[in-house]
């Protein structure tokens, strides 16, 4: 059954009503990220389009005989690019180009990475089968696990491992939280309700720690506690965020997800578990921390990765009985005290959900048994074809007779000179080998 891709990232169920110009970037780099979810007879409809290079590449890599995925795209995508919000998914120029591309007599099996009320609607208009859960869907039930105030009052009600913190709902609050918590580790990390990718998360600290990672900013605390309550207040709430989670900050050991899919009987299953690397931001002169890229499996030691998968399996399951359905990644990280503590969750995909779908198609469904999969984030490149040439040069493109080599994960687009590569080999020390030798040869300063 052929799949309807819909990228709606980055909407306000992820931001809140306002995106900012860095979200906006992240955003439409991401359909070319997203089309390895994609078979050969599927429909994806994007924010910006996606080349039909890039399209061959992956048919390519997926051994389809030619590239037959469609890309549908707002009509001002070329010079206004447009968050997919249900609105612009809804609106005579989408619905008519779905009609005209999609074969009425196949079924069709809706994909997306938010699941929104206004995707019931596409449907209905479409006329094609409603994804499962769909009556919850409407009653935009899963922002009940979008929301980080949410998921900590869910947290609590299944006795899950989380921060030491609280729900805030005025300045008056947040101050009294910080006072009752500020001394516990030093760091608070004070975080918008809606918000991903660590936009919207601020650290307040006593501590000289300015290599933070998860927030986006680091305030050092030279104000009265008053002071700092009305400030962060102010800039971190609006319309879409009227409160606020404070927790205590823990460094960690580890920072990982994990992801399940959800089915149609509520039941969640396992799809993968990796780590999120991050490192010293050489161009921030605070030398805070930014991210570099994803790695599957989580390296842990078997007895911790055990207690963490049980333990986010067990929320998965609350979330298939409340009546989610579809995909959930669920944050988390093991402390310097060998501690795991939950952070999140959110109902989409994640950033290893690709990642995952690449290593299923190429290396069969047990491949975290016997492959590692890293991504490597902003490797500089000034053209698809320029970084296609260095691998192919090099000996380094993903052969798929060996099932090892590096494949682009995501080409240089929308004012962007860097390429994601994604890393797979039989072991962590031969990932580390390719990724120096990547970074030598596009000169990638790490």
């Given amino acids: 059954m052929p799949k309807l891709i819909v990228l709606n990232i980055s909407t306000e169920q992820m931001m809140g009503g306002v995106i900012n110009p860095e979200f906006l970037i992240r955003a439409l780099k991401r359909p070319d990220r997203n089309s390895w979810l994609a078979d050969e007879d599927d429909i994806i409809v994007a924010s910006s389009q996606i080349s039909s290079e890039f399209l061959n590449y992956v048919s390519e890599n997926y051994g389809y005989s030619n590239n037959k995925i469609k890309v549908i795209t707002p ?31 196949k079924k069709w099996n809706l994909c997306a990475c ?71 580790t030093g760091i608070l990390i004070i975080k918008q309700d809606r918000g991903g990718g660590g936009m919207g998360n601020l650290a307040l600290t006593k501590t000289k720690d300015r290599q933070l990672p998860g927030v986006s900013k680091v305030i050092p605390f030279d104000l009265s506690i008053e002071e700092h309550a009305e400030k962060i207040w102010s800039e971190l ?4 965020n009227n409160e606020l989670v404070i927790e205590c900050y823990h460094k960690s050991s580890v920072a990982l997800y994990c992801e399940y899919f959800i089915d149609s009987n509520g039941q969640p299953s396992f799809l993968s578990n990796g780590s999120i690397r991050v490192e010293k931001d050489q161009s921030n002169p605070l030398g805070e921390m930014k991210w570099i890229g994803l790695e599957i499996p989580a390296i842990l030691p078997l007895s911790t990765n055990l207690k963490v998968v049980s333990e986010a399996t067990r929320l998965a399951n609350q979330m298939g009985q409340i009546g989610y359905r579809g995909y959930v990644n669920i944050d988390m990280i093991v402390t ?3 501690e795991y503590i939950f952070n999140e969750i959110n109902a989409r995909w994640g950033g290893g959900t690709a990642m995952h779908f690449i290593g299923n198609k190429l290396l069969g469904k047990n491949y975290m048994n016997e492959y590692y999969l890293s991504s490597l984030r902003e490797v500089p490149s000034k053209s698809f074809q320029e970084a296609l040439h260095i691998l192919k040069s090099n000996d380094l493109k993903f052969n798929m007779q060996r099932k090892t080599g590096v494949i682009i994960l995501r080409p240089s687009i929308y004012l962007d000179n860097s390429i994601e590569c994604l890393i797979i080999e039989k072991s962590i020390e031969k990932v580390r080998a390719i990724e120096n030798k990547i970074l030598i040869l596009f000169q990638g300063d790490r």
């Fill in 114 to 184: 938010y699941q929104t009320s206004g995707l019931i609607e596409l449907c209905r208009k479409l006329n094609i089968d409603m994804p499962s859960g769909f009556e919850f869907i409407e009653q935009k039930g899963p922002d009940l696990f979008n929301r980080k105030s949410h998921f900590r009052r869910i947290a609590a009600g299944i006795n899950l491992s989380i921060p030491k913190g609280f729900v805030v709902s005025n300045p008056l609050s947040l101050a009294s939280s910080i006072n009752n918590l500020i001394d516990e």
């Fill in 237 to 240: 709430t609006d319309s879409w």
């Fill in 336 to 338: 310097l005290d060998n």
């Fill in 75 to 105: 009509k001002k995508s070329s010079s206004n690019p447009q968050i997919l919000s249900d609105e612009v998914l809804l609106s005579d120029d989408i619905i008519n180009s779905l009609k005209s591309e999609m074969c009425i007599e």
